[in-house]
């Protein structure tokens, strides 16, 4: 069965740190993935994907995100934190076999202190 | 604009009512979407549609029904037997294979008094 984690309920970083919210996907074949972010009582924005190509993806806002095909993980970074980088962020799966079913994990609630 | 319309942004609803969240998008997508979010449970799939006139039940159909009559419409009934219908709910199309990402509304709140 086709499946997302994210390990991490909750990450703490001070501004200015470097970030890094976890992911790591079951999926047969050559997975697509993405990840989300989510504002209070609000839509998921699109950050960024991996489909093919480079392993290091970037995105918006700043963020990257490192595909790693053996640890079947999908880590979203971003080397310095802003505290409006804080809200819930999330990685989602669609598998290659056409039937277009996104498959998201339960969020990581990123907060950054100042 | 492009984007996608959900309406209505909050719905208060009585135990035992059905109620009609509406989702348009001018996106020109084929594939529409809806998800249930709640507290700690990430999303999850209700129903979903890949073409005008057809759609598949997701991880958590029961109680809910959906109808795709046209391609920029994707509405969704949440129905007296749905058990727990207090959630947000989230529209969203799909790019299709090239690019890949979906697009969201901003969702619905809805609360059972």
């Known amino acids: ?114 | 604009d492009g984007g996608i319309t959900q309406s209505p942004k909050y719905l208060f609803r009585k135990e035992g009512q059905n109620v009609t969240l509406s989702c348009e998008q001018n996106l020109n997508h084929d594939a529409m979407y809806w998800y249930r979010q709640d507290p700690g449970q990430g999303l999850r799939l209700i129903y979903y549609s890949q073409i005008v006139n057809d759609f598949q039940k997701g991880d958590i159909a029961e109680g809910y029904s959906v109808s795709r009559e046209k391609k920029e419409s994707f509405p969704l009934t949440v129905t007296s037997a749905q058990k727990n219908p207090t959630a947000f709910y989230l529209c969203a199309t799909g790019g299709g294979p090239n690019t890949g990402e979906l697009f969201f509304g901003e969702g619905s709140r809805l609360t059972v008094l």
Do not use: M
């Open chain 1, 1 to 114: 069965a086709q499946s997302v984690a994210q390990p991490e309920d909750q990450v703490n970083v001070a501004e200015g740190n470097p970030l890094t919210v976890k992911c790591t996907y079951s999926v047969s074949g050559n997975p697509y993935l993405f990840w989300y972010v989510q504002y209070p009582n609000r839509g998921l924005q699109f950050l960024l994907k991996y489909i093919t190509g480079d392993n290091l993806v970037k995105g918006s806002y700043g963020f990257e995100a490192e595909f790693n095909k053996s640890q079947t993980s999908f880590h979203l970074k971003k080397p310095s934190a802003l505290v409006s980088d804080s809200a819930l962020y999330f990685c989602a799966v669609r598998d290659a076999s056409g039937t277009y079913k996104y498959i998201f994990g339960t969020g990581t609630r990123l907060k950054v202190l100042a």
